[in-house]
């Protein structure tokens, strides 16, 4: 939640291969106080079901840049591995052309930003949500 010292972050993944929530995707929150300022690892969390991530670590006070790391690997491997196991009918080839997906934002303080990522084997895309 976000104070008038601090933002907040929230965000989910949409699979547009599949047109359903990425589950299980491991993230993680960091942050830095100015352009020329170390970034510091905040903590983690992973999508739910719903490929949404509820428990991102707050934002500290002075926060101006913020990164989320999508690690997007491990996700495209199990879907793999479930489609092999079902049989599915194979569209190309489903692998991690982008194994991570890092997106980097700037923050001001008061607000409150929902970043989802939009992701397929091929690409990716964000915006700021609502």
Avoid at 23 to 36: E, F
Avoid at 74 to 103: H, L, M, T
Wanted: hydrophobic share 40%.
């Amino acid at each position: 939640m976000s104070t008038d010292t601090t933002a907040s972050v929230s965000t989910h993944i949409l699979d547009t291969s599949i047109g359903r929530p990425a589950a299980d995707v491991a993230i993680t929150l960091a942050a830095r106080s100015g352009g020329d300022a170390p970034w510091v690892t905040l903590g983690g969390s992973a999508t739910d079901t719903d490929g949404r991530c509820k428990d991102l670590p707050a934002l500290p006070e002075g926060t101006t840049h913020v990164r989320l790391d999508f690690e997007t690997e491990a996700y495209f491997a199990a879907k793999k591995q479930a489609e092999a196991q079902q049989d599915a009918p194979r569209v190309r080839d489903s692998g991690a052309f982008f194994p991570e997906v890092a997106i980097t934002f700037a923050v001001v303080p008061g607000e409150h930003y929902h970043v989802p990522l939009l992701l397929n084997p091929f690409g990716y895309s964000v915006y700021r949500g609502s």
